[in-house]
């Protein structure tokens, strides 16, 4: 694995817990987000010498991998001509809203990843670490062969690309299931058992779609292994795409 600088477009609760997950497995980070660089002093002082702030298209020609972890809604703003070539991370989940509403994600033409492929036509773009919450991948991370070591799936349709991604995670301290191509990463995405669910236990009943992601956003981790991925993954029956919060 030749990873050692990850481009971070967006530094927002993903995009940050990420890049912190990263710098603490040793790695370099590019942080960028929408307000410019200067925005990020305080978090890239936090960071440390392995992180400094760029622009986004700063940030994507550094990496020799690129996390995009912006709302999908922005996903045509992304820097295409600087990521040409390079594997980007698509951690990016819909959530329609009377602003942002794509026909072809309502009616399961497309995946999300996929749309994203279509902007990014000359970079392979690997959907992952978009179904867990950045508290439990702050939490869940452990060595190589651990018995509780978490996986996370992954799909992407280059499978040296997806293949980078696995040995990245793997630095960051979590196995990887592959889930093949990009058409078929709606196993993992909203409204299949994969999303969120698996590392954070069981809800409390009777929440709405807000509640529920607030809290996650704070449930402690719980490990999911990789036969229960794959279990989950294969199980998984087809939705409606997207998380609705209104
Ligand atoms: N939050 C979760 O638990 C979670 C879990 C898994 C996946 N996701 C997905 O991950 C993505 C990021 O979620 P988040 O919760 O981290 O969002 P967030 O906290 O709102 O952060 C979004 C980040 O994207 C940046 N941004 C927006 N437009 C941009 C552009 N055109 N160029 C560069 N940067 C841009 C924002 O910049 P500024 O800071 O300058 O505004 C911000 O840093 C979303 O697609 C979401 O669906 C979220």
Redesign the pocket.
Known sequence: MSTTTLGV?????????AARRAVDAGLSVVL?????PE?LADLVAELGERARAAT?AEAASAGDLVIA????A?HE??PRAELAGKTVID?????PNSDFEVPELDSNELTSSELVQRHLADAQVVKA???????QLLELFRPTGAPDRTALPLSGDDPDARKEVADLLGLLGFDAVDLGALADSWRSEPNTPLY?LPYVGQPPSGLTAKEF?AW??QAPGVPAPAARVEELAAAAVRGPAG?RME
């Not at 960028?32 to 410019?36: A, H, K, P």
């Not at 951690?91 to 959530?95: E, L, R, T």
Request: charged share 10%.
């Open positions: 477009i967006g530094t927002g609760m993903v995009g940050l817990g960028s987000n929408s307000r410019g925005t986004p972890a912006v709302p999908l922005a703003r992304l951690p990016m989940n819909y959530a670490l978009h179904n867990i919450g950045p508290k969120a992601v996650v956003q998380f």
